[in-house]
């Protein structure tokens, strides 16, 4: 049977627009290009290399997170961006630019999306207490799917109660 693929660019997004306010007070919407291969696979590894430091308390591969690679991430994940945005922003609405763009790039635009709207806030990015308790409801009060197999179970017999031992003389 012949696989139908479609088209990669039908349905990849191949940029990320964001709504930032330049230092003239007016709203701009940037256009951040996806990075190239090469730059993309050195950001991914960062960021795994993060990851797995933060999780294990083990030391980074000193290749992949050298000063340079480090500090030149921001640059990688902005591509030709980077120069005006460093110009026109502080360094929180920078950051926070930068960072959406890096998580674009190593997850996907859903990802970025709840990033960029949380403030970079960890704690919004969760679901809050009152959606983690309805959701629990919700799986306890789900009854369990019966068996499809078309045989049952024999009834279990109940019980019959002990009878009391005669008293000893």
């Known amino acids: 049977m012949a696989r139908a693929f479609q088209v990669l660019d ?3 997004d191949d940029s990320l ?3 930032v306010k330049f230092r003239d007070g007016v709203i701009h919407e940037i256009t951040i290009p996806g990075p190239s291969a090469e730059n ?3 950001i991914q590894a960062i960021m795994e290399a993060g990851l797995r430091m933060s999780a294990d ?3 980074p591969d000193a ?3 050298d000063d ?3 500090l030149d991430m921001y640059r990688a994940a902005l591509g030709p961006r980077y120069a005006e945005l460093k110009a026109e922003l502080d360094w929180p609405r920078f950051k926070h630019v930068a960072l959406t763009s890096v998580i674009w790039i190593t997850q996907d635009g859903d990802t970025a999306e709840r990033y960029w709207n949380s403030g970079g806030d960890p704690s919004l990015l969760a679901p809050n207490r009152e959606t ?3 959701s629990s409801a919700a799986a306890k009060s789900t009854k369990r799917r019966g068996s499809t197999s078309g045989t049952s179970t024999r009834p279990a017999k109940p019980r019959a109660a002990k009878k009391a031992a005669p008293p000893r003389p």
């Open 17 to 19: 627009t964001l709504p």
């Open 10 to 12: 039908e349905f990849l």
């Open 40 to 42: 993309g696979l050195r």
């Open 132 to 134: 983690r308790r309805a």
């Open 63 to 65: 290749e992949v997170l």
């Open 68 to 70: 340079a690679a480090e």
């Open 57 to 59: 308390g083990t030391e």
